[in-house]
């Protein structure tokens, strides 16, 4: 069983920056692969950006170039700074953890952390 905790949302600016963080406890965290994504009421949750286990990163293109991803298996740590923000950023971001095996997968969600971009 892994536990996700998101940290880092707040109330910034169009323009400003802000990091999110998520820890992980409980796995053997450097096997998942881990993706932020992001959640507008009425809206469907939509992946932001994702890294592999072994470092690759998927953007989605609204975010290429303002957003990075980086993980820090040390410290079962994954970070997104996230800079230019826009107020169509403005959502709950969540954290994904999710691993394949061979005769199962498992995927875990952390509770989210509000991020408002105020124009």
């Known amino acids: 069983q892994v536990q996700l905790v998101e940290s880092g949302g707040g109330l910034v600016q169009v323009g400003g920056s802000l990091r999110l963080t998520c820890v992980a406890s409980g796995g053997v965290f450097q096997l998942y692969d881990v993706g932020w994504y992001r959640q507008v009421p009425g809206k469907q949750r939509e992946l932001v950006v994702g890294i592999t286990s072994d470092g690759n990163t998927n953007y989605t293109d609204s975010v290429k170039g303002r957003f990075t991803i980086s993980r820090d298996n040390a410290k079962s740590t994954v970070y997104l700074q996230m800079d230019s923000l826009k107020s169509e950023d403005t959502a709950v971001y969540l954290c994904?953890?999710?691993?394949?095996?061979?005769?199962?997968?498992?995927?875990?969600w952390g509770q989210g952390t509000q991020v408002t971009v105020s124009s």
């Open positions: 994904n953890a999710h691993r394949n095996g061979l005769t199962r997968s498992w995927t875990y």
